[in-house]
């Protein structure tokens, strides 16, 4: 059973930014696509990104683009979301899910909550 867990969730000012980490024990992330999910209070999961397994492809909502980026790190066990230029909206947990496609989930982390707030 692949288990994920998120990092680097936090309190951060508008504008200001957080890099998230879903990593991987025992497995590598390889063989699966990663995507990123936010639920904010009262509102339904969205995807927020994903990259293939091959890492080739990236994928972004609108509301994220040229703000996030996605990539996968060399140890090949773990997946980041870079985030800046954080607004209040973004406020919500992040979860990482694994799947065989981008926004196909089979396994999810547990979140990590980011509050953006001055």
């Known amino acids: 059973q692949l288990q994920l867990v998120e990092s680097g969730g936090g309190l951060v000012q508008p504008g200001g930014s957080l890099r998230l980490s879903c990593a991987a024990s025992k497995f590598t992330l390889d063989y699966y696509a990663i995507t990123w999910f936010r639920q904010a209070p009262g509102k339904e999961r969205e995807g927020v990104s994903c990259v293939s397994s091959s890492g080739g492809r990236k994928t972004y909502a609108d509301s994220v683009k040229g703000r996030f980026t996605i990539s996968r790190g060399n140890t090949k066990n773990t997946v980041y979301l870079q985030m800046n230029s954080l607004k209040p909206e973004d406020t919500a947990v992040y979860y990482c899910?694994?799947?065989?496609?981008?926004?196909?989930?089979?396994?999810w982390g547990q979140g990590t909550q980011v509050t953006v707030s001055s």
């Open positions: 899910a694994a799947g065989y496609v981008c926004y196909d989930v089979v396994y």
